[in-house]
């Protein structure tokens, strides 16, 4: 409950009913909250607050919570549950091209938002790189340390380097790497994750010139040795 106590979570949300349900699950777990009616007032309020998840709209008054979704994605990785109705709309969520850690289909019980919420804590409190003691990743503010050194990643690099420390040693390939971690698959696929990937190396050898974390195995893919 004290881990709760802390978390600030943002609402967008256009039907009151719903909104108010949510909202009474919430405090009841110690969350607070903020509602807001429109995507935009959304994105306007994370700009100059600090939220540590957000509950989101497909079907909001002003725009497609997709869309919103896709803003926030370019200067946040904060993690975001979706509200949806329809069956296209869960697709679209289910198929990972917008960036969504988790969604429920409406109707649902508060009770199960909330779990899903409690998850979403657990999973980043418990991110297995920060037991390695080599990397930190810092899921909330969106950064990744080596050794100490903060990273100046870009924020696929930072997907990319954190998809791979959340499982050390597994072998992703090209294709799992880019649906997991870009927003829209590229044409020029293999050659985009493999600049990355050089990016990252580089990245990690001004850290520590000995390092040579990120693996190539030919014709399956990367992974990562922590
Ligand atoms: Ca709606």
Not at 81 to 106: N, Q, S
Not at 205 to 210: L, T
Request: charged share 30%.
């Amino acid at each position: 409950m004290l881990g709760s106590m802390n978390k600030h979570i943002l609402l967008i949300e256009d039907e009151r009913s719903i909104a108010d349900t949510i909202f009474y699950a919430l405090e009841t777990e110690n969350f607070s909250a903020e509602w807001k009616t429109l995507g935009q007032d959304g994105l306007d309020y994370l700009k100059s607050h600090t939220v540590d998840l957000i509950i989101l709209d497909v079907g909001l008054p002003d725009m497609n919570g997709f869309d919103v979704c896709k803003n926030i994605r370019t200067f946040s990785d904060i993690p975001i549950i979706f509200l949806t109705a329809r069956k296209d709309e869960i697709d679209r969520v289910v198929g990972f091209e917008i960036g969504a850690d988790d969604y429920v289909v409406k109707p649902f019980s508060p009770r199960e938002l909330v779990a899903r919420i409690k998850v979403i804590f657990k999973r980043l409190q418990t991110t297995p790189t920060n037991s390695s003691g080599v990397f930190q990743v810092d899921d909330l503010k969106g950064r990744i340390v080596y050794e100490n050194t903060l990273m100046d990643l870009t924020r696929y690099e930072y997907r990319l380097l954190k998809l791979l420390l959340s499982q050390p040693e597994r072998i992703f390939s090209r294709a799992q790497l880019m649906e997991q971690v870009w927003d829209a698959p590229e044409a020029s696929m293999d050659r985009t994750v493999d600049a990355h990937i050089k990016m990252l190396r580089g990245k990690l050898r001004n850290i520590d010139a000995d390092a040579d974390l990120i693996k190539t195995h030919r014709g399956m893919g990367y992974s990562i040795e922590v």
